[in-house]
C-alpha cells in the first residue's frame, strides 16, 4: 500500500515540565518544514509507559535493520552508523534519542491502532473451475503522473488512469475491471474472490500453488480510486452493528449471504496490483515486516523509516513497545493512527481480525545541540 514519501518532521519546544499532557502544543519554527502537518509534544524516557520492560537489544537490533533503507539513514544519520559497534542497547537509546509525543492541532493526544497480517491463499498458476480469480499483476496501460515537478504543492498526490483518446480517464473499478478484460499479467488464480478481496486490504500474502510451492506475493499499485471499507458500508445497509464489526463478522456475513457478495466488495472501488516477491511481506520500505515490531502509518504525518513508541491494548493486555514505521496503508489516515503487522497464521488473523484499541505514539528523533 505504498507512495513515494519525502521525509518531513516538524520539532515543537517547550521549557522542563513533569507533566507533558498539560502543556500546550505548538510548533518549532526552526524545524517546521520538516513535518508541516504533525504536532509534537517533548517527552522523556521515564514518560513512556513500561519502556522499562522493552527488550532493548531486540529494538537496536531493528534499528540496524531499518537503517539499511535510506530513508532511516537520512532521518538518523551517525546514528545508524553507531548503532552496529553499540554493547548497551538501552544507553544508546536513551542517550542518542528524544521522544515527542504526537499530537494534532486540536490538541488531540489518543488516536486508533488496528492490526494486519500476511494473507494466506490457495491458488494455482492455472485456472480452472476451482481456481478461478485472477490476480493481477500492474496493468500496462496503467499511467501513473506525478505532477509534483510542475506543482510542489502536490508531491503527495499521484494521477492514475489511462490514456483514451490523448486523454487521461479514470481506470477501471472494481465492478468495471470484471466486465472490461484487464491489460496485465496474471500472477496466479486463487480459489476465493472473499480471500482475494482482503489479500487486497492486507497488502501482502503466502501463497500455496496448487503444485505445492509457495510463493510471495506483495503490493505494487492499485487503480488510483480512493480505498472504501466495506465494514461501513455493511453498517451502513444495515447488516452488521457499528461495534461488532471485524473482519471476521464480515467474512461471516459474506459467507452467509454469497448473492450480495459482490454488491459489498464493489463498494471499494480500490483495486490492488501486485508483484512476485522472494521474501515474506514486505512493506512500502521495502524491508520484510517483523511481527509486532513493524506499522503502518500515514506518511503525511509520519515519516517512513522512523522508530516510535506505542502504548495500547491487545486483548486487553497492556501493548507498549517500540515499533518501526516501515508501512502504509490507503485506510490509515491521521497522525495518531497505525496498522500493527502481527505476522502470518491463524492466530494473527485472529487478533488482527479484531484489533481496535485506543492508541498513544512517540517518534524517536535524534537529540539535537540544544537538547545537550
Given at each position: 500500500?505504498?507512495?513515494?514519501f519525502?521525509?518531513?518532521?516538524t520539532i ?14 505548538e ?8 513535518l508541516?502537518?504533525?504536532?509534537l509534544l517533548?517527552?522523556t ?31 538518523y ?6 548503532s552496529?559497534?553499540i554493547?548497551?542497547?538501552?544507553y544508546?537509546l ?18 486508533l ?5 500476511e ?11 476451482k481456481?478461478n480469480?485472477?490476480?493481477y499483476e ?5 499511467i501513473?503522473?506525478?505532477l509534483s515537478s510542475i ?17 487521461i ?12 478484460k484487464?491489460?496485465?499479467?496474471i500472477?496466479c488464480?486463487?480459489?476465493s ?5 482482503f ?6 500474502g ?8 509457495t510463493?510471495y506475493?506483495?503490493?505494487?499499485n ?9 465494514g ?11 461495534e ?11 459467507q452467509?449471504n ?6 459489498v ?10 508483484k ?8 512500502a520500505?521495502?524491508?520484510e515486516?517483523t511481527s509486532?515490531?513493524s ?6 504525518y509520519?515519516p517512513l523509516g ?15 513497545r517500540v ?23 491463524d492466530?494473527?488473523?485472529e487478533?488482527a ?6 492508541l ?12 545537550l
Amino acid at each position: 500500500m505504498k507512495y513515494f514519501f519525502t521525509l518531513l518532521l516538524t520539532i515543537i519546544l517547550f521549557t522542563s515540565c513533569s507533566n507533558e499532557d498539560k502543556r500546550p502544543i505548538e510548533k518549532a519554527k526552526k524545524l517546521s518544514s520538516l513535518l508541516p502537518n504533525t504536532y509534537l509534544l517533548k517527552s522523556t524516557f521515564n514518560n513512556l509507559p513500561n519502556f522499562n520492560n522493552e527488550d532493548y537489544l531486540d529494538v537496536l537490533n531493528g534499528f540496524i535493520n531499518n537503517c539499511k533503507t535510506s530513508k532511516a539513514k537520512k532521518l538518523y544519520g551517525e546514528l545508524c552508523k553507531n548503532s552496529e559497534n553499540i554493547t548497551d542497547a538501552k544507553y544508546f537509546l536513551m542517550s542518542n534519542f528524544i521522544p515527542y509525543m504526537i499530537s494534532t492541532k486540536e490538541t488531540k493526544r489518543e488516536g486508533l491502532l488496528t492490526g494486519y497480517y500476511e494473507a494466506q491463499l490457495n491458488a494455482s498458476l492455472k485456472k480452472s473451475s476451482k481456481y478461478n480469480y485472477p490476480i493481477y499483476e500492474t496493468p500496462k496501460d496503467l499511467i501513473v503522473v506525478d505532477l509534483s515537478s510542475i506543482y510542489p504543492e502536490l508531491k503527495r498526490l499521484r494521477l492514475r488512469g489511462r490514456l483514451v483518446d490523448q486523454k487521461i480517464v479514470p481506470y477501471d473499478t472494481r465492478s468495471q475491471s470484471k466486465k472490461n478484460k484487464v491489460n496485465a499479467n496474471i500472477i496466479c488464480y486463487c480459489d476465493s474472490k472473499v480471500e482475494k478481496f482482503f489479500l487486497e486490504i492486507q497488502g501482502s500474502g503466502k501463497v500455496k500453488l496448487e503444485n505445492n510451492t509457495t510463493i510471495y506475493i506483495g503490493y505494487d499499485n492499485q487503480n488510483g480510486h480512493k480505498y472504501r471499507a466495506i465494514g461501513r458500508y455493511l453498517v451502513k445497509i444495515g447488516a452488521l452493528k457499528l461495534e461488532n464489526v471485524s473482519l471476521q463478522s464480515i467474512k461471516q456475513w459474506l459467507q452467509k449471504n454469497p448473492s450480495r457478495v459482490d454488491e459489498v466488495l464493489n463498494y471499494n472501488k480500490s483495486l490492488v496490483y501486485f508483484k512476485q516477491r522472494t521474501q515474506g511481506a514486505t512493506g512500502a520500505l521495502g524491508l520484510e515486516l517483523t511481527s509486532k515490531r513493524s506499522i503502518a502509518i500515514d506518511r503525511k504525518y509520519i515519516p517512513l523509516g522512523s522508530m516510535v513508541y506505542m502504548n495500547a491494548k491487545i486483548k486487553n493486555k497492556d501493548f507498549s513497545r517500540v515499533v518501526f514505521a516501515q508501512d502504509t496503508g490507503g485506510a490509515i489516515k491521521g497522525a495518531i493512527r497505525a496498522d500493527l503487522f502481527l505476522g502470518s497464521g491463524d492466530n494473527a488473523l485472529e487478533v488482527a481480525g479484531s484489533l481496535k484499541s485506543t492508541l498513544k505514539l512517540w517518534i524517536l528523533l535524534p537529540k539535537r545541540e540544544e537538547d545537550l
